[in-house]
């Protein structure tokens, strides 16, 4: 709960990018809904890196979210790239 704004503005898949990214995207919401929903003291997949880790609070859903390029600024900063253009990360 939360966040009520459903409303992503996918232009459907030109080349196959997009598609490809929001596949993506939606198996790590899906992972990132299951984590939170898990019970405290539970073994939950993390949704950035598929690592298995015991949940220690409940709003914990990723094995790392301190430091850098840590598991839950991962996840953000994929699912925000993705709802962008996908093309411009990957040309360097
Ligand atoms: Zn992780």
Known sequence: MGQGSESIGWDDGEDGYAVMAESECIAMRSAYDAAKAAKVGSMIHCPTC????????????????????NCKDRFHNTVSETRRERAIAFSS
């Open 50 to 69: 598929r690592k298995r880790f015991l949940k220690r609070s409940y709003q914990q859903a990723f094995c790392r979210n301190k430091g850098r390029g």
